[in-house]
């Protein structure tokens, strides 16, 4: 019952709604005691024969009249109430949206997209359920229960009805045993789904290597163990939850026994009517429905409680991007300072980066390399703001990083990342996507100089040709192309390209970074790479291992150190001379 | 889901005729024959069940009729009576357990089968279909479309309980009052009417929702992929108000349908159960104002009416369940007839690779008919040799490999291993014996041991190892916790992409293959991985037939023979050195990486 107080913001702001709707279920239960009692009228009637055409009219016309009432009521109630709860879904997936767009990479980093899309889904529809079938079941089992108890009590005896009434306590202790039961059953079932899941995506996209290895058959043994498992963990559930309605009915068939003894012993001993006795039975059928429909009660408000707290414990997460009240709104432009004392990611406690300092004139550009994991990313990260907790500062223009505008900050920066994704529209616009209003011929620029306008030319329907998920997937060094021509396209001061060539060959690469040399006479460049060639030309270049810079200069410089950067640009060109002996020899 | 898919749905469900409608039925049908055990028994309970159902009220009739209207009925008969409505409830109960039990195992079997076989129709596939289906509609068919089936029997069941529960409704009401439960039948009607008004309405609206929602969900899932663009380039708030109007037009829709499902189903139940009511009560004083008419008699007619309508709002809640069951039906009957089978071996065929030579003889290949992709290719390796496949993106070297490997069937021409047609080698035979190395390593969720051995469990813990360090992936191996068993997450993620090569170098290796496949990888390894990659590569060509593709022309200097292939023909063959010396298209290429490094 408390994910009812948890939701009852919303009851408060739908109060009408909920109350409308709970008055007409009401209603409606009124209207329902009047047939058995009707019926009962009629029963007595015919049993002393005196049954007229004045008695039998009128007491049609109220079964005529609850009848019609009784359908326009559970229609209102019907839209009242779950107009309500699809109200409450949609703003629940409104907030999620909105909060997911702000949030930053630590958030990211810990939550799965899987996970977040069953957050929005699967949760969502549990807490709807609540305010929808929920308060209905609630409302509506208390309502008619009550009133059928009421009208038993009032039609026929209070004393009866009290002792009809109490194998129905039971019931409680049912739904408690049995409910637990089955909540364990069910996610033990929903576990084994979901390897079931995991088990064929795995097949389905490892199916090369599956096939030449020739691992078919063991590959299917395989899946059909899972799906035994799947059998033995959905078979007890559905055990459990076909105990439901068998123990109800014999709950219920204890009261109809009660009924049967006092009921017709009071019949028999002439203190009660035959009419009134089928009154009462047929009332007591009446309570069958609430009594099964409390059962089904506990198990929404149980899977609502959990899926309301999952939602609020991603939507109490804070990000750490949020805006301080004066930041400044310019546009960040100027020499870059970067320094660094100390850093480390917030979910880890050991350095990532330790003293990196390195100086950057605009229009210059810089080259990070380095092995891998030796923190070149992390540099990336400060620059573009994923973190703004560390020692030290970043200084653009005149001022520290994180006194700018993040919005107006990230607005300059053009960042191409090593992973590329495309999202499900035309090509154009995923070029365009950070400034939707560019026109075609900003956009052919921009192909052209990511070396990607030939490309396009050979798609089916050129600029309009639909990529991403659904539409023609592109080589990965395409979609790396797409991704610079859309950093072009924003037109940054400063441009990041992280790593953003590897599926790229090195003379296309160097084709592009002329290009963007050339389109670009003021912007500042940052290139991290794992191949040498491509930071060959920079202005400076860091070479960055454990955290911190081991060498620093020029290609030529760093050459003659013959350190890191020495060594690896001979292991990486020794193919190259080898070549270029044999092609003197040729 | 995916928009695209799901508009291909919309039309798919439009376009089923009854007669396909009725063909997916059958085809269903076919795989709950499996467990007829189960559904019948199930059935046998329904019908148990009805007939108790009818059986209760009139005990309570009979014993109103012919025990209460005496007044010398004593205690013990009261007694005697409840106890034997009490057995009755507790067998009503036992034979709605069996009934529940027994229909749920028979459904969940049902589907587990069709899932079972649907994986097993997945591995008869050829790469083609792999190739041109994307995996998440793959996992979909396999798991998602299979559940839905679960509710779709369901709704069989809740139907066929209705109609076994109408009919003997029925025939108490007829046994009760002729004409009075005529006049209730011809409740039905109106009632057909109505469904079909309901199924006319919230057809387009039902449609509209999933599709909507699809849509809502495909928008969200990929914002969240590309959180980090959307953040960069500053589009959050276009972002949301994309999201916002998909959401908009879906609450609107959802209203719809709350209207037509108000207007249409459960109140429209009790509205004809308590005009029914009406007329049989009418029926009934009208009658006793001429003749004699018992009280139990109308007390026993009106709950049978109960028991007729009833029934009937559970079938309403279920219908919706119909038209998704039909759709997830028809595209795993579509997954079922898929033809894009893998190529087949001749039959009772069990030559042996021994000594590993290949040759392609005249072999022409193309995967849309008309557009050839290999061209009369000839070439012989011998064993032991290597021979490099050179050229553009396109020109024809994969395809080499994937006819040689059996993923696609070739044209024309012949295949030849050892001299006999490929055709002859059993499928085991051939993946024994040909081993391939594919550009991107993919591993399984399990531990490294499981990854390197995959299923073969003849494979001793020591040969895995001695694979291992062949490779020279043991030393990486050794530093993990856990060693050989240090675990694998989800696609090997936590490992790099060299040290996924490496696994994946010893699995290859560990089958000891006669021949060896090398689809060499373009991506981008650091040069110290990269050198142990090339050293394990060696070290694993040596005393094999390989046949290379090469992206790198420097990695493939010393091979015996190098292929360079255009437009689906060898235009130049010949080694290194003779095709420098050429001054050829090898030449041109060559010349052109050397400038890059």
């Known amino acids: 019952m408390g994910i009812f107080t948890r939701l009852s913001w919303f009851f408060k702001r739908r109060w009408r709604q909920y109350l409308s709707g709970v008055f007409a279920l009401l209603l409606v239960a009124i209207c329902n005691i009047v047939p058995p009692k009707i019926v009962g009228n009629v029963v007595d009637a015919v049993d002393q024969k005196s049954v007229s055409g004045v008695f039998l009219l009128s007491n049609m016309a109220v079964l005529l009249f609850v009848a019609i009432a009784g359908y326009l009521l559970r229609f209102a109630w019907q839209k009242m109430i779950y107009g309500s709860s699809f109200v409450l879904e949609r703003e629940l997936r409104s907030r999620l949206f909105v909060h997911f767009m702000k949030m930053d990479t630590t958030f990211y980093k810990k939550w799965r997209t899987g996970d977040l899309m069953a957050h929005a889904t699967n949760d969502i529809d549990a807490v709807r359920e609540v305010a929808g079938q929920g308060v209905l079941t609630l409302a509506d089992s208390l309502i008619t229960g009550l009133s059928m108890i009421v009208a038993m009590g009032m039609f026929v005896s209070w004393k009866l009805t009290l002792i009809a009434v109490i194998p129905l306590l039971l019931l409680a202790v049912m739904a408690n045993v049995l409910g637990n039961k089955i909540h364990d059953a069910f996610l033990r079932s929903q576990g084994e789904f979901s390897n079931i899941n995991n088990k064929t995506q795995e097949s389905v996209v490892g199916i090369k290597v599956l096939k030449a290895l020739g691992q078919e058959a063991e590959d299917e043994a395989d899946f059909d163990a899972y799906v035994d498992d799947n059998i033995a963990a959905n078979k007890r559930s559905y055990r459990l939850d076909a105990m439901f309605n068998p123990l109800t009915t014999l709950i219920m068939g204890l009261s109809y026994v009660v009924t049967i003894i006092f009921g017709g012993l009071a019949v028999i001993r002439q203190s009660m009517t035959i009419g009134q006795l089928v009154s009462f039975i047929t009332y007591l059928a009446e309570l069958t429905w609430p009594m099964f429909a409390i059962g089904s009660l506990f198990n929404i408000l149980e899977r609502g409680a959990a899926s309301y707290d999952r939602i609020m414990e991603l939507l109490d997460e804070k990000s750490s991007l949020v805006q301080t009240p004066n930041a400044l709104k310019k546009i960040p432009d100027g020499n870059i300072d970067f320094n660094i004392a100390g850093f480390h990611y917030p979910d880890d406690e050991s350095k990532a980066l330790i003293g990196v300092h390195f100086k950057l004139l605009e229009g210059q550009t810089l080259g990070i390399v380095g092995p891998t994991g030796g923190g070149k990313s992390t540099i990336i990260s400060l620059l573009m703001r994923d973190f703004d907790h560390y020692s030290g500062q970043i200084i653009v223009g005149k001022n520290d990083v994180r006194k700018y505008d993040l919005h107006a900050y990230l607005d300059k920066i053009g960042y191409v990342p090593q992973t590329n994704f495309l999202f499900s529209t035309n090509i154009r616009d995923n070029i365009r996507f950070a400034n939707i209003d560019a026109s075609q011929s900003q956009v052919e620029e921009a192909s052209e100089i990511a070396d990607l306008a030939a490309d396009i030319e050979n798609m089916p329907d050129k600029y309009d040709t639909e990529v991403g998920e659904l539409g023609v997937s592109l080589s990965g060094g395409q979609k790396q192309r797409v991704a610079i021509a859309r950093a072009i396209l924003s037109d940054p001061k400063l441009l990041i390209l992280d790593d953003s060539l590897s599926a790229v060959d090195a003379k296309t690469e160097r084709n592009i970074e002329q290009r963007i040399a050339q389109k670009r006479q003021n912007g500042t460049t940052i290139i991290a790479a794992s191949r040498l060639s491509s930071v060959e030309h920079a202005d400076q270049i860091i070479v960055v291992d454990n955290g911190t810079i081991i060498e620093h200069g020029t290609h030529q410089q760093l050459l003659s150190q013959n350190g890191w950067y020495a060594d690896t640009f001979n292991l990486q060109a020794k193919s190259a001379e080898i070549e270029g002996r044999l092609n003197d020899r040729g | ?597």
């Open chain 2, 1 to 597: 889901m995916t928009v695209a898919k799901e508009k291909a749905n919309k039309t798919e469900v439009q376009s089923l005729t009854r007669k396909q409608q009725v063909t997916i039925l059958k085809r269903l049908f076919h795989y709950a024959k499996f467990f007829k055990v189960q559904f019948f028994t199930a059935i046998v309970f329904a019908i148990l069940l009805s007939i108790i159902n009818v059986l209760l009220p009139r005990m309570l009739q009979y014993y109103m009729d012919h025990f209460l209207v005496h007044q010398s009925t004593g205690v013990r008969v009261v007694l005697i009576f409840a106890t034997v409505y009490f057995i009755g409830t507790i067998i009503k109960a036992i034979v709605q357990f069996v009934q529940n039990f027994a229909f749920s195992m028979g459904a969940e079997r049902t589907l587990e089968k069709i899932r079972s076989s649907l994986f097993h129709k997945l591995h008869t596939l050829g790469m083609e279909y792999f190739d041109k289906t994307p995996e998440g509609s793959i996992v979909s068919r396999v798991t998602n479309d299979t559940k839905t089936l679960y509710d779709f029997w369901n709704l069989f069941l809740t139907i066929l309980v209705a109609a076994f529960a109408m009919v003997s409704a029925f025939i108490a009401m007829f046994s009760v009052s002729k004409v009075l439960a005529l006049a209730t039948a011809a409740f039905i009607f109106a009632l057909y009417f109505v469904v079909w008004l309901y199924q006319h309405l919230s057809s387009k609206i039902y449609q509209k929702l999933r599709e909507y929602l699809s849509q809502i969900n495909t928008k969200l899932n990929e914002s969240l992929m590309g959180i980090s663009i959307i953040q960069q380039f500053g589009q959050q708030r276009r972002m949301t108000k994309e999201f916002e109007e998909k959401n908009r037009a879906y609450f609107g829709m959802r209203n719809k349908m709350i209207n037509v499902n108000s207007f249409l189903l459960y109140p429209t139940i009790s509205l004809m159960f308590t005009l029914a009511e009406l007329v049989s009560l009418s029926g009934f004083g009208i009658q006793s104002m001429n003749t004699v008419v018992a009280a139990g008699v109308i007390y026993a007619f009106i709950s049978y009416q109960q028991n007729f309508f009833n029934p009937l709002s559970d079938v309403m809640n279920y219908m919706s369940y119909f038209q998704d069951g039909l759709v997830a039906g028809y595209r795993i009957m579509k997954l079922f007839d898929d033809q894009t089978l893998a190529p087949r071996q001749h039959p009772g065929a069990q030559a042996k690779v021994t000594a590993g030579k290949i040759e392609f003889q005249h072999v022409t290949f193309s995967y849309v008919p008309g557009q050839p992709i290999l061209k009369d290719i000839s070439f012989v390796v011998q064993p032991g040799e290597t021979v490099a496949l050179v050229g553009h993106t396109g020109s024809g070297k994969s395809s080499i490999i994937n006819v040689l490997l059996r993923f696609y069937e070739f044209g024309e021409g012949k295949i030849l291993i050892d001299d006999q047609d490929i055709r002859d080698f059993s499928m085991k035979e051939l993946r024994q014996k040909l081993g391939l190395v594919v550009q991107e390593p993919y591993l399984f969720y399990g531990d490294i041991t499981k990854n390197i051995r995959m299923y073969d469990d003849s494979i001793s813990d020591e040969r895995v190892e001695q694979a291992a360090k062949f490779v020279d992936a043991d030393n990486f191996i050794q530093q993990l916790s856990g060693k050989y068993h240090a675990k694998v997450v989800e696609r090997g993620s936590s490992f790099s992409t060299g040290q996924r090569q490496l696994i994946s170098f010893a699995r290859t290796i560990v089958k000891d293959p006669k021949v060896l496949i090398l689809d060499e990888a373009t991506a981008n390894i650091d040069p110290q991985t990269e050198q142990t990659i090339t050293r394990g590569l060696t070290k694993m060509r040596s005393d094999r037939t390989t046949i290379a593709i090469a992206h790198r022309l420097s990695t493939i200097q010393d091979a015996d023979q190098i292929l360079v292939l255009n437009k689906g023909k060898i235009v130049e063959r010949g080694n290194h050195d003779e095709l420098i010396r050429n001054k050829g298209m090898y030449y041109e290429l060559y010349q052109l990486q050397s400038m890059d490094q």
